[in-house]
């Protein structure tokens, strides 16, 4: 498959920093995913026209940290629309409702239960399936949130050795990320190289 890239060289994140012992980001270091560099590689807005978000829609943020994509996803779907945003953490939650503005607290949703069944337009999973133990059990819980015709990016590392990031063993390629996405209730329509780093997957649920 021939890939899209947008070239960066910017480094944000390490493994040994980033990740505890049982794969999950850790909440300590929250405040590395405002860190300007990540906005450079991973464009927020930017990405989220790729999936077609527009303004009246209801986009869920599975895996949401602190709104990286929530934030700017509130601003696109407007006063109509609705964000959820969904974490294990609740840290993670509280440093996601201290960002948001008065405007869009009525119109994101905060969880860490889940997301509710068929009720999403678009949704986002951005580097969380390779901290899971079950990528295709994830998969098919946020498949029942996604209305069918919906829209699913996700962002994953790419599956080559470099200095940062995940290890090779949790990384999943993009050969492996069609499969369980087949296996979950969704159709790949395309693959795009965000950076040297980083690739997003488009799906549609069917």
């Known amino acids: 498959m021939i890939l899209t890239q947008i070239e960066t060289n910017v ?20 405040s590395k995913l405002e860190h300007p560099d990540r906005y ?3 464009p927020p807005i930017e990405i989220l026209n790729k999936l077609g978000l527009e303004e009246g829609q209801n986009f869920g943020d ?21 964000v959820y945003a969904s974490d294990i953490s609740q840290q993670m939650l509280d ?8 405007q869009y607290k009525n119109r994101v949703t ?11 337009d678009v ?30 990016g ?7 050795d470099m200095p940062h990031g995940p290890k090779m063993k949790i990384r999943i390629s993009e050969n492996e990320m069609k499969t369980v996405l087949e296996i979950s209730g969704f159709k790949m329509e395309k693959a795009i190289q965000l950076s040297q780093r ?9």
């Open 11 to 30: 480094i944000w994140m390490e493994e040994k920093t980033m990740h505890n012992e049982n794969k999950v980001f850790n909440p300590k270091n929250m």
């Open 40 to 42: 450079k590689e991973l």
């Open 62 to 82: 599975f895996g949401c940290g602190i709104g990286f994509f929530s934030i700017p996803a509130a601003n696109i779907v407007g006063e109509t629309g609705h």
């Open 95 to 102: 440093g996601l409702n201290e960002r948001l503005d008065d």
């Open 110 to 120: 905060l969880s860490l239960t889940g997301i509710d069944s068929n009720i999403l």
């Open 123 to 152: 949704a986002m999973i951005s580097t969380v399936l390779h901290e899971v133990d079950s990528p295709e059990e994830f998969l098919k819980m946020a498949s029942k949130s996604v209305k069918l015709g919906g829209t699913l």
């Open 154 to 160: 996700v962002i994953e590392w790419i599956k080559e």
């Open 198 to 206: 980083f690739y997003l997957v488009i799906a549609r649920k069917v």
